[in-house]
């Protein structure tokens, strides 16, 4: 079945850690974009590729980081300088970066900071 | 600059009632796409609908319809015969044609309950 797996599910950081939330995607899709949502918000968007070996940083981006090195995969990377970590944290993808195309998301990521 | 406003925090309704979920979007583009999703207490986003600027036909699915309407730039949903089932938070969303790329705009969400 084609679709997008995040893991793990939940996940629990001490202050002063990175931690990295994992996205795989079997749709070949071109794009892929990390999302954050807070309790009683919508999503913002934290970065975007579009394409292999190229993204972009999106609202949010400071305290956060990522990379492209294989079109299924769009790892995160919560480092110690964002400063309220403690969210739920989407993946998307969509055919292609144009920005028009359905975004598919998927399980989540919940993060919390002890 | 875009905003969607979903001015509905939370609806509770019981079973078998008809429920309009309200979306209103601002942009300055004459090309763009609209998007409902479903969040189930699960946390996935579940995609529902995607209409374009274009395209003002209202559209049916099942229990579900959508009414598109530019002159108020609204786009409302609507669950016919609601069931215990619809509960969940559902997002209005909005993206332009930007060739830079860019993601979607969504609104802060209305939480649906329904009970039996």
């Known amino acids: 079945d084609g679709g997008i797996t995040q893991s793990p599910k939940y996940l629990f950081r001490k202050e002063g850690q990175n931690v990295t939330l994992s996205c795989e995607q079997n749709l070949n899709h071109d794009a892929m974009y990390w999302y954050r949502q807070d309790p009683g918000q919508g999503l913002r968007l934290i970065y975007y590729?579009?394409?292999?070996?190229?993204?972009q940083k999106g609202d949010i981006a400071e305290g956060y980081s990522v990379s492209r090195e294989k079109k299924e995969s769009f790892p995160l990377t919560v480092t110690s300088a964002q400063k309220n970590p403690t969210a739920f944290y989407l993946c998307?993808?969509?055919?292609?970066?144009?920005?028009?195309?359905?975004?598919?998301f998927g399980p989540g990521t919940r993060l919390t900071v002890l | 600059a875009q905003k969607v406003t979903q001015a509905q925090t939370e609806i509770s309704v019981v079973e078998k009632e008809d429920v309009t979920l309200d979306c209103v979007y601002e942009?300055?583009?004459?090309?763009?796409?609209l998007f409902w999703y479903k969040q189930p207490p699960s946390g996935e986003l579940v995609f529902l609908i995607r209409r374009n600027s274009f395209d003002e036909q209202n559209e049916i699915s099942g229990r579900y319809s959508w009414n598109f309407q530019k002159s108020t730039s609204s786009f409302n949903f609507t669950i016919t015969a609601s069931q215990v089932v619809d509960s969940a938070v559902y997002f209005c969303?909005?993206?332009?044609?930007?060739?830079?790329?860019?993601?979607?705009?969504f609104g802060k969400g209305t939480t649906l309950s329904v009970s039996s």
């Open positions: 969303a909005l993206s332009e044609l930007n060739q830079a790329g860019t993601a979607l705009i």
């Open positions: 590729s579009q394409i292999v070996n190229d993204f």
């Open positions: 998307a993808s969509s055919i292609s970066g144009g920005g028009t195309d359905t975004q598919y």
């Open positions: 942009t300055r583009d004459t090309t763009y796409y």
